[in-house]
């Protein structure tokens, strides 16, 4: 049971750092960005071409993939998100829909349609009462404890990120005090974007990686903002381990049935609290 509370946690701090993005831009922009799943697509395929170049080195890879998502992410949103804002839900799914798309295919020219290996860059172990636990997994999960604590840092004693905050709770008020809350839109969506690139670079040693890779991780990271509630950051970080501890409990006994599992409880939640509530 420990290792499944274990294998639990490091599934929810992936889940956290594709869905924080989500959170951010939905409760900001009022956006439903599927683009994301290319950002988390596009960093891990730049990790994979970079590790041999700087001869296996995993963090100046990682590091290098998570910067080169920004200008994509940047053009991204300057030249189809800015021009749907306050349109509806329907407009941001399909554009964004698309560029998912497009970037898919893209992927598939450059890097081919079939799976790649990419082992993981830690193959040390922690003893712990008896039992081994990857050192790896541990580290993704102290980068998800440290990202919301330096996430709640950010949003409560920076300029930025107080009217971030107050944007998430009154978008058109904060515009009349003068502000320019667009710029700041921006900023959010693109570092949404490198934190989806995070949990790719994250997750691919863990994970196969193929150009579809994206799509699955992104509709768990939509159940994890609508359990948490859409725009309430700590909440996306409470579901984010909450349903990636359902998902190991539920692979223990079932294990065909983890990710559908977490669309059940996202369902019981919606029951109880629709998101026009």
């Given at each position: 049971?420990?290792?499944?509370?274990?294998?639990?946690?490091?599934?929810?701090?992936?889940?956290?750092?594709?869905?924080?993005?989500?959170?951010?831009?939905?409760?900001?922009?009022?956006?439903?960005?599927?683009?994301?799943?290319?950002?988390?697509?596009?960093?891990?395929?730049?990790?994979i071409?970079?590790?041999?170049?700087?001869?296996?080195?995993?963090?100046?890879?990682?590091?290098?993939?998570?910067?080169?998502?920004?200008?994509?992410?940047?053009?991204?949103?300057?030249?189809?998100?800015?021009?749907?804002?306050?349109?509806?839900?329907?407009?941001?799914?399909i554009a964004?829909?698309?560029?998912?798309l497009?970037?898919?295919?893209?992927?598939?020219?450059?890097?081919g349609?079939?799976?790649?290996?990419?082992?993981?860059?830690?193959?040390s172990?922690?003893?712990?009462?008896?039992?081994?636990?990857?050192?790896?997994?541990?580290?993704?999960?102290?980068?998800?404890?440290?990202?919301?604590?330096?996430?709640?840092?950010?949003?409560?004693?920076?300029?930025?990120?107080?009217?971030?905050?107050?944007?998430?709770?009154?978008?058109d008020?904060?515009?009349?005090?003068?502000?320019?809350?667009?710029?700041y839109?921006?900023?959010?969506?693109?570092?949404?974007?490198?934190?989806?690139?995070?949990?790719?670079?994250?997750?691919?040693?863990i994970?196969?990686?193929q150009?579809?890779?994206?799509?699955?991780?992104?509709?768990?990271?939509?159940?994890?903002?609508?359990?948490?509630?859409?725009?309430?950051?700590?909440?996306?970080f409470?579901?984010?381990?909450?349903?990636?501890?359902?998902?190991?409990?539920?692979?223990?006994?079932?294990?065909?049935?983890?990710?559908?599992?977490?669309?059940?409880?996202?369902?019981?939640?919606?029951?109880?609290?629709?998101?026009?509530?």
């Amino acid at each position: 049971m420990l290792y499944t509370i274990f294998y639990g946690f490091s599934i929810g701090a992936i889940l956290y750092f594709v869905s924080i993005g989500l959170s951010l831009t939905f409760g900001t922009m009022r956006v439903v960005n599927f683009a994301h799943t290319l950002t988390y697509s596009i960093g891990v395929y730049v990790l994979i071409t970079f590790i041999p170049w700087l001869q296996g080195n995993f963090i100046p890879a990682a590091v290098i993939a998570i910067l080169a998502v920004v200008p994509i992410s940047y053009l991204i949103e300057r030249f189809i998100i800015r021009r749907l804002y306050g349109e509806s839900l329907d407009y941001t799914f399909i554009a964004t829909f698309a560029i998912t798309l497009i970037g898919v295919d893209t992927i598939k020219l450059i890097w081919g349609v079939n799976p790649l290996p990419f082992s993981t860059p830690m193959s040390s172990y922690l003893d712990f009462w008896g039992m081994t636990f990857p050192v790896y997994r541990i580290l993704i999960f102290a980068i998800a404890i440290v990202l919301f604590l330096g996430l709640e840092l950010f949003f409560r004693k920076t300029i930025v990120g107080k009217i971030v905050v107050a944007a998430l709770d009154d978008k058109d008020g904060v515009r009349c005090l003068g502000v320019r809350v667009d710029k700041y839109f921006s900023l959010m969506f693109i570092i949404g974007s490198a934190l989806a690139a995070l949990g790719g670079v994250l997750y691919a040693p863990i994970s196969a990686v193929q150009p579809y890779m994206g799509l699955s991780i992104l509709l768990l990271a939509f159940a994890v903002v609508i359990v948490g509630g859409m725009g309430n950051l700590r909440g996306t970080f409470i579901s984010a381990f909450a349903l990636g501890m359902v998902m190991a409990l539920t692979a223990r006994y079932w294990s065909q049935g983890a990710e559908t599992m977490v669309f059940i409880v996202m369902a019981i939640v919606l029951c109880f609290r629709p998101l026009d509530a």
